[in-house]
């Protein structure tokens, strides 16, 4: 039941990012989305790492305990979709999203991890690199924080990062290609940090 109620309470936060990212693991963007070069890249590198069939394969693994947990997140999001409108973007693309299966649930999380892998380590080396240029950041609590990624930094390569940033600002470059914060759930520390380990 919490499973199920957790997944009723995301699909309610995040209705439309659960379909596109659905979408993009099943290599299906441009079939429902306008098409762009964007969604046609991600389409074939769905396709090309096979996601659907990592999905069924990582189902097909599972105990009947695991098994049940995902079919209630599944439950959980299908209960939302049947009883909610369409959210105005679907809506104007005229897109219907089918009922959710637990293979849906395998398949993004495989797709994400993976396909999404390069975009998140760009964002947090930003990141790091803009904290690292401000002043009055305590460098001995980043490096604690992102252990052992952070161990070679020292003031003359802290020195090197505000020069370069200073000769051309961020804001007056082309942005276009560089990632953006749209992670939001993605973020790299010590794994000495969390109650986990991990």
């Not at 599944?74 to 979709?81: A, E, K, R």
């Not at 679907?90 to 495989?110: C, G, K, Q």
């Not at 759930?185 to 380990?197: A, H, Q």
Request: aromatic fraction near 10%.
């Amino acid at each position: 039941k919490q499973w199920y109620q957790r997944r009723v309470r995301g699909a309610h936060d995040r209705y439309v990012q659960l379909c596109l990212i659905r979408l993009a693991a099943q290599g299906k963007m441009t079939k429902h989305l306008p098409f762009s070069d964007v969604f046609f890249k991600t389409d074939v590198k769905s396709n090309f790492m096979n996601v659907q069939e990592k999905g069924k394969e990582i189902v097909s693994q599972f105990d009947s305990e695991k098994l049940q947990s995902y079919q209630n997140l599944v439950d959980g999001i299908n209960t939302y979709l049947d009883s909610q409108p369409r959210p105005i973007e679907f809506v104007l693309l005229n897109y219907y999203p089918e009922p959710w299966v637990v293979t849906d649930i395998a398949a993004n999380s495989f797709f994400l991890a993976y396909a999404g892998l390069n975009d998140v380590s760009l964002t947090t080396e930003k990141m790091l690199v803009e904290m690292l240029t401000e002043t009055n950041v305590d460098v001995e609590m980043l490096k604690t924080t992102f252990s052992p990624h952070l161990n070679g930094i020292n003031d003359e390569l802290i020195n090197t990062y505000k020069s370069l940033k200073n000769i051309r600002p961020l804001g007056d470059q082309d942005t276009s290609d560089l990632p953006k914060m749209t992670n939001s759930n993605n973020w790299v520390v010590s794994g000495t940090l969390s109650e986990s380990g991990l």
